[in-house]
């Protein structure tokens, strides 16, 4: 080895290791995106101005530890996948004699007695908490979020299927995934014509209420590139109505209010005018009609006074406002209401759409199926721990899909499917009435 190519800067190092990390074509641009941000924000500014023969086990100890007070495990564990890669290039390019990552051992998952007790909250929903979330979501959403409980799609998976991947002529019909959709910021968004791994290439079999709502999702007359599920416009610069690009933080603006409705009775939708008025009685205290209106002209547009009593009369319906009818009161005097918050979901910790792939794993659990099976509709790679408790990983080539099994999934998928729309429907009435 020359001594002097040790003296090199990580930060010069690590460039160059971008540069050549970063140009294959196999990676995704959500890889690279992750990747950068760990590197840019956790790596560099610790190592940078370091040489790398100055980067021993202790130095590698001290930066992970400090990581360690600021950041959570995960976090940790990819930030040192980062660091191993560009040491150990380092190592294999003759720069340095070994990779001091490997002397410095990982830190252990910190254990939650919560979790070890089975007291943690769950994250996937009984078809009952999905059917009443579903009835807070827009119509237009409705066959979005079927398709994602009953087929366990990534985001990007379910944003990207193109009409030539849903097989509606089979029996029982099916979704192929092959390809995903991606925004991954300086790195670009748009349609990635391959998925995260070989495991994720796969076919889903469609229960017939999923198959249902991809029919009425489906382009009529269009390519057969063209995407089955989009947005709905309105936005951006596009009429509404028009089919647009369906992103993940769209998806899950819509998913979080629909959370928020379901929970805050006091986020109920309301027409423009009512939202305005219940926001002045909440900031500004109880009001007569005539304060109110004197209050509204003074923070914006005037209006008139049977627009206020239109609106205060849609609040008391709603139970968000309530009028003193004291006899004694020559005029009424309007106080806002905080009805009491829905608890369905304090039992569960939901985080945003990928809840939905988490609740149809456990449906399939809770129906018996094996293990390997939904590991193969998850589009989830065998790791050692799988192959200790499965079996060994040449196995599974002895093991096939038989009919029946794809008819147990397809069954197990309906079944919750018809609980969460019949509860769905009844709330969505309700509300309505």
Excluded at 104 to 131: H, M
Aim: aromatic share 6%; with cysteine; proline share 7%.
């Amino acid at each position: 080895m020359d001594p002097r190519l040790a003296r090199r800067l990580f930060e010069e190092w690590a460039l160059e290791w971008w540069e050549i990390w970063s140009a294959d074509p196999d990676r995704s641009p959500t890889t690279l995106e992750a990747t950068e941000a760990r590197l840019r924000l956790h790596v560099r500014p610790f190592f940078a101005k370091r040489q790398l023969r100055a980067i021993s086990p202790s130095v590698v100890k001290r930066w992970q530890h400090e990581l360690r007070a600021r950041r959570g495990y995960e976090t940790v564990m990819a930030c040192r996948s980062v660091l191993y890669r560009i040491l150990q290039t380092a190592e294999d390019d003759g720069l340095i004699p070994t990779n001091p990552l490997r002397k410095v051992r990982a830190p252990e998952r910190p254990v939650d007695p919560e979790e070890v007790f089975g007291e943690t909250k769950r994250r996937a929903l009984t078809p009952e908490e999905a059917g009443q979330l579903l009835a807070h979501f827009p119509r237009f959403w409705w066959d979005h979020v079927v398709t994602l409980l009953g087929t366990g799609l990534r985001i990007g998976e379910f944003a990207g299927l193109p009409a030539c991947r849903v097989r509606l002529d089979r029996s029982p019909s099916v979704v192929q995934v092959a390809q995903t959709s991606y925004d991954a910021g300086q790195f670009g968004k748009g349609i990635r014509k391959r998925v995260k791994s070989a495991a994720g290439i796969r076919e889903i079999p469609l229960a017939p209420q999923v198959v249902e709502a991809i029919r009425r999702q489906l382009p009529q007359d269009a390519s057969s590139d063209a995407l089955v599920f989009t947005g709905p416009g309105g936005a951006n610069g596009h009429r509404r109505g028009t089919r647009t690009r369906l992103t993940r933080g769209g998806f899950e603006c819509v998913y979080d209010r629909a959370i928020e409705r379901l929970t805050d009775p006091a986020a109920a939708p309301l027409r423009p005018t009512a939202t305005r008025v219940a926001k002045a009685l909440r900031r500004d205290g109880p009001a007569t009609v005539a304060a109110l209106i004197a209050r509204l002209a003074a923070n914006g547009r005037a209006l008139k006074s049977t627009s206020v009593h239109a609106a205060l009369e849609e609040l008391e319906a709603t139970g968000l406002a309530i009028a003193d009818h004291d006899p004694g009161h020559v005029v009424a005097c309007w106080s806002p209401v905080t009805p009491p918050r829905n608890p369905v979901l304090d039992g569960l910790e939901l985080h945003g759409p990928h809840d939905f792939r988490h609740t149809y794993a456990t449906w399939l659990e809770d129906a018996g199926i094996p293990t390997r099976e939904i590991d193969r509709l998850m589009g989830h790679r065998r790791g050692r721990r799988s192959e200790r408790d499965q079996g060994s990983e040449i196995g599974t080539r002895y093991r096939h899909t038989t009919p029946a099994m794809e008819a147990r999934i397809v069954a197990a998928v309906e079944e919750r499917l018809a609980a969460v729309l019949k509860v769905a429907m009844g709330e969505a009435l309700v509300t309505a009435v």
